[in-house]
Nanobody, 115 residues
Framework: VQLQASGGGLVQSGESLRLSCLAS????????IRWFRQAPGKQRELVAL???????VYTDSVKGRFTISRNNAKNTVYLQMNSLKPDDTAVYYC??????????WGQGTQVTVSS
C-alpha cells in the first residue's frame, strides 16, 4: 500500500485546510486510519483516529476543530482542519494499520499557520 498525502499549505490563523491521503494498492475499509503531526523539535503526536468500525478519537487540542473522515469508494482519507492556530503548524502524516502486520505511512504534508 502506498499513501500520498496532500493539501497542506500556508494559511492564516482562523482559516481552514483539508488534508487528503490517497491509498493505492489496497481497499481502505478494513484499515484503521490515523493522522499524526510533528512540529519542529517535538515528538510526533496522534491527532485523530478513525477505526474500521467507524469510531473516531481526537487529541484534546483539536476537538471541535478537526474532523477525520474516509471515503472508501475513493480510497481516500481526509482531515478537515478548521479554526487553525499557529500551534497547529507541523508536518502531518497519515497512517493506515490493519492488525499488527500491516502498517503504512504517508510521506507527510506541511501545514503552516501564521498568526
Amino acid at each position: 500500500v502506498q499513501l500520498q498525502a496532500s493539501g497542506g499549505g500556508l494559511v492564516q490563523s482562523g482559516e481552514s485546510l483539508r488534508l487528503s491521503c490517497l491509498a493505492s494498492g489496497s481497499a481502505l475499509d478494513l484499515y484503521t486510519i490515523r493522522w499524526f503531526r510533528q512540529a519542529p523539535g517535538k515528538q510526533r503526536e496522534l491527532v485523530a483516529l478513525f477505526s474500521s468500525l467507524g469510531s473516531t478519537v481526537y487529541t484534546d487540542s483539536v476537538k471541535g476543530r478537526f474532523t477525520i473522515s474516509r471515503n472508501n469508494a475513493k480510497n481516500t482519507v481526509y482531515l478537515q482542519m478548521n479554526s487553525l492556530k499557529p500551534d497547529d503548524t507541523a508536518v502531518y502524516y497519515c497512517r493506515l494499520t490493519l492488525g499488527s502486520t500491516r502498517d503504512y505511512w504517508g510521506q507527510g504534508t506541511q501545514v503552516t499557520v501564521s498568526s
